[in-house]
Every structure is written in C-alpha cells, then in structure tokens.
C-alpha cells in the first residue's frame, strides 16, 4: 500500500512558540509568519509534529481516504433508530410544554439534548455527515433546491472534495 502523503497543521490554541518546529523543519515550511504552516513548502516528513512539545501539530492526510461502503441493512437499520429518536423528540418537546416545575423541565431539555447527539451519531454513521461521502452530496444537492439555505449550501457544494467519480 502506498504511503499516505500529508501535511502539517499546527494548532494555534495549542503552540505555546517556543519555536522548536522551525528548528527542525527542513524547508522552512513552519516558518510563516501566518502562524500557520506554508502547505506549498512542506513535505509532509511530519519531524515538527515529533518534536512539538506541546502536540500543537497534527499530520493531515493531503486526500481525504474513500470511506468503506456500507451495507444497507445497516444503513436502513440506522433509519429506522433516527426516526424513532425522532419521534421522542416530538413527545419531549410536547411534554416540555406541560412540564410544572424547573426539575422537570431541566430533565426533559438534557433529554432533549441527548437525543439530537444520537442523531447526529447515527446520521454520522450512515455516512451523512461525512462531509466528503456520495450521500452527503446527493443531500446537498437536494438542499440546494431550497432557497432559505441556497446559498450557504452551494458554497459548500463548490468547496467540499467529494468522493465521486468525475469529481474532484
Ligand atoms: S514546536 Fe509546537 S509549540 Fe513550539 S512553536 Fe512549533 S508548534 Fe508551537
Ligand atoms: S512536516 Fe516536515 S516539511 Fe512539513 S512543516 Fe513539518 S517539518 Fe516542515
């Protein structure tokens, strides 16, 4: 298998600058006085990630990998506990409405909560939130039909590098 050809980004929240990556950087590449790494002069050896103290750089991969098809029973199953969730959504926001005291109200928005993580979980999961997925695409594109969102979503269409073929 070939190697997986990356770069480096360095977390700015997490650099504490002591400037040991520009020690080490071969072709100057941490040097940048963005702050950030120049992604035209690195090569991808990944010495600054192994010498920052303060693991303030990560090795990204340069092409995101094809994701493993899914089997769709999984996927269907994966539907069927979204729309369940779904439904207990509505029944807590209904209860929520009659909820008499603060104990209870607080329970039911944690609940709340917790339910839109599941989803986002197993939406995630069924490969729709994998931003560079055939399906997230074809969801896009579905959403790019709606003029409220248009915009925002052409400009993702235009900016993600999706797995499909004849696409970038
Ligand atoms: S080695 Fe790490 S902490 Fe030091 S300047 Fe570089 S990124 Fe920042
Ligand atoms: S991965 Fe190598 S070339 Fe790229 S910034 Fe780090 S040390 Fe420099």
């Known amino acids: 298998m070939d190697k997986v050809k990356c770069h480096a980004y360095r977390n700015t929240k997490l650099c504490t600058k002591d400037c040991l990556c520009l020690f080490v950087c071969p072709t100057g590449a941490t040097n940048n006085e963005t702050g950030q790494i120049d992604f035209s002069k690195c090569i991808g050896c990944g010495v600054c990630a192994l010498s920052c103290p303060s693991r303030a750089i990560t090795m990204i991969p340069n092409e995101m990998p094809k994701i493993q098809p899914k089997d769709k029973n999984v996927v269907d199953q994966l539907f069927i506990n979204t729309n369940n ?3 207990e959504i509505r029944i807590l926001k209904y209860l929520l409405t009659k909820a008499t005291n603060e104990e209870e109200k607080k329970l039911i928005k944690a609940l709340l909560h917790s339910n839109r993580v ?6 995630r999961e ?5 931003p560079q997925s055939k399906k997230s ?3 896009l594109k579905l959403l790019s039909k709606d ?11 235009d900016n993600i590098k999706f797995n499909i073929e004849n696409k970038k």
């Open 85 to 87: 969730k779904i439904k």
């Open 118 to 123: 599941i989803i986002e979980d197993l939406m």
């Open 126 to 130: 069924a490969e729709f939130m994998i």
């Open 137 to 139: 695409y074809a969801l």
């Open 147 to 157: 003029g409220q969102v248009k915009d925002k979503v052409n400009r993702l269409l």
